[in-house]
């Protein structure tokens, strides 16, 4: 698997139309689960309400799963850039959104098998590792591929709309 990040830093995402913000649909209240030592934006991510941990996805039809869009951080005056931003493990919580049908964003945190295969009509999946994995199956996917892009600042990317 290849991602699409790879060179440009850590993933990034634009909430092109999401509902989420405005109807309340947030996660912001659960910590990295033991385990995993950072997430980045642009990830879909798991949700245990119970025990308030996020965690990589594993599959299962019963997950809660949520896009990481949480707030940037500056950690370097010299070193600006949504590119340089990740949320590490006890440092803060982050904050996730869930997807609703129609909802459209754009990220960089994708994997596929062949990056130069990307195209639009594509689907994505939840991957167990965060990315979203890109490739021709519909069965299972929570997303499709609309465009072929680029971040603010350069970096390829995908817009997807919620299935």
Same mark, same amino acid.
């Given at each position: ?7 440009? *830093? ?15 649909? =947030? ?14 934006? !642009?990830?879909?991510?798991?949700? +245990?309400? @119970?025990? %308030?941990?996020?965690?990589?996805? #594993?599959? /299962?039809?019963?997950? $809660? ?10 950690? +370097?005056?010299? /070193? ?9 493990? +006890? ?13 459209? $964003?754009?990220?960089?945190?994708? #994997?596929?098998?062949? =990056?130069?295969?990307?195209?639009? *009509?594509?689907?994505? %999946? ?13 069965? +299972?996917? =929570?997303?499709? @591929? ?7 600042? !350069?970096?390829?990317?995908?817009? $997807? =709309?919620?299935?």
């Amino acid at each position: 698997m290849a991602n699409l990040n790879t060179g440009y *830093g850590y993933g990034q995402v634009e909430l092109n139309k999401v509902a989420f913000r405005r109807d309340g649909r =947030i996660e912001a209240q659960c910590r990295l689960a033991d385990g995993i030592e950072y997430i980045e934006n !642009g990830m879909i991510l798991a949700i +245990d309400p @119970v025990n %308030h941990v996020v965690k990589k996805p #594993t599959g /299962d039809s019963e997950e $809660f799963l949520a896009l990481n869009y949480s707030a940037e951080h500056m950690y +370097d005056a010299k /070193d600006r850039g949504l590119k340089h931003f990740r949320v590490e493990k +006890d440092s803060f919580y982050p904050r996730l959104g869930y997807l609703a049908k129609g909802d459209i $964003f754009t990220t960089n945190a994708v #994997t596929c098998e062949d =990056i130069e295969a990307l195209a639009v *009509g594509q689907y994505g %999946h939840a991957d167990t590792s965060g990315y979203i994995k890109v490739n021709t199956t519909a069965a +299972d996917a =929570i997303v499709k @591929v609309i465009e072929i892009t680029t971040m603010p600042d !350069g970096a390829p990317a995908v817009k $997807f =709309i919620a299935l």
